[in-house]
């Protein structure tokens, strides 16, 4: 791994509360999957083409994914998220500990808000209006989670509620309700896809989807964008590493929509590989985490600046394009 995402998570580790640490560190069940999200990368190999006269892009391909509760990681949380996110899209989580407004104020480049549908379509309905009003310019829907993940580490440290002060701000006074309402999952249709697409002008990407026949679904959705995600190994510790579920995904939608992968993107190569097969742009969730809690805005700053120059590297080495017959299997 590249020495500076490597020391950060371990000033990380030695700085935060080891019960938060395993909050965001940890996976569901035997965690499984949570490795082999960084494995899978490892299990392929990329052929570089030469002498083609191109070197780099200017694009970036990377966006931040939601994670949750960035207060537990730094006192200014997802306000130093944003302000490092400079114009990297920021997907800000609905359980931020800042309410969504202040994310979208502090950040100079877009952010997409992250949304688990509520059973009570009145909170669901609020959220959208907020996340419009506050500037967001995408809507992603989670749709991985008809259930909490069941994370040994947080039932081990007995963590199930945050420490006094802290709260998941976006869900204050919804729906005549006062103080933060709890999050709930529950398990949704397509209908309500539907429904919520009818409710805003926005983008509506789905984020969480592994199956080609759900990837196809959403296109016949409408939605404007899938993230194939495992939610980082969190939800359900039998399927295979995002960078496994991405080809058949990436077969199946033929370029209609964007994809974005997430889980286990640690490196230029990484993301490099990932574009190889397929994907749009790649998501970041726990690096971003590390670097926050090390050494706040500037520690997100780092995270993304070494990202950045290593991708751009690697896409020099590779003759600045990149496709799927430089993808191998690494023996
Ligand atoms: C601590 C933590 C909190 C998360 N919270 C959310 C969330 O609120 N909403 C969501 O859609 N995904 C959430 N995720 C999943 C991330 O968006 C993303 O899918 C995952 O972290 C990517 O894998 P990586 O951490 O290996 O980069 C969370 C992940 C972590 C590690
Ligand atoms: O921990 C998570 O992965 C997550 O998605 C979440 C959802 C709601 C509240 C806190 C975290």
């Known amino acids: 791994m590249n020495p500076v995402l490597a020391e950060l998570h371990d000033k990380a580790r030695a700085v935060l509360d080891p019960v938060h640490y395993d909050f965001f560190a940890g996976g569901v069940g035997d ?41 537990l990681a730094h006192p200014d949380g997802e306000l130093a998220t944003a302000r490092a996110a400079e114009g990297t899209v920021l997907v800000s989580s609905m359980a931020s500990t800042v309410p969504i407004a202040d994310v979208v104020a502090a950040a100079t480049g877009p952010v997409w808000f992250q949304l688990y549908l509520q059973p009570d379509p009145r909170v669901t ?15 992603v829907v989670t749709v991985d989670s008809p259930v909490f993940g069941r994370h040994r580490r947080d039932i081990a440290n007995e963590f199930h509620d945050l420490p006094s002060g802290l709260a998941a701000e976006n869900m204050r006074d919804l729906a005549g309700v006062a103080g933060p309402r709890d999050i ?14 009818a409710s805003t002008s926005l983008p509506v990407w789905l984020k969480g989807v592994l199956h080609p026949a759900d990837a196809v679904l959403a296109v016949g959705h409408g939605v404007a964008g899938i993230f194939v995600s495992n939610h980082g190994g969190r939800q359900l510790d039998v399927v295979p590493a995002a960078l496994d579920a991405l080809p058949a995904v990436v077969k199946a939608v033929g370029g209609r929509v964007p994809l974005v992968l997430d889980g ?10 990932a574009l190889a097969m397929g994907a749009s742009s790649v998501g970041i969730g726990r690096p971003v985490l590390w670097g926050l809690a ?6 997100v700053h780092r995270v993304l600046g070494v990202l950045r120059d290593e991708f751009e590297h690697v896409l020099a080495m590779c003759g600045g394009e990149l496709s799927h017959d430089m993808v191998v299997a690494r023996c």
């Open 294 to 299: 090390a050494d706040g805005e500037a520690g």
């Open 125 to 139: 309905e609020a959220l959208v209006r907020r996340a419009e009003q506050a500037g967001c310019e995408a809507l």
């Open 184 to 197: 709930e999952m529950a398990a949704f249709s397509w209908q309500d896809v539907d429904r919520l697409r």
């Open 31 to 71: 965690e499984i999957v949570l490795a082999d999200n960084e494995a899978a990368f490892r299990r392929h190999a990329l052929l570089p083409r030469v002498l083609r006269g191109k070197g780099n892009s200017a694009e970036f391909p990377v966006l931040i994914s939601p994670t949750a509760f960035h207060k």
């Open 264 to 273: 286990g993107v640690r490196s230029g190569g990484d993301i490099a590989l």
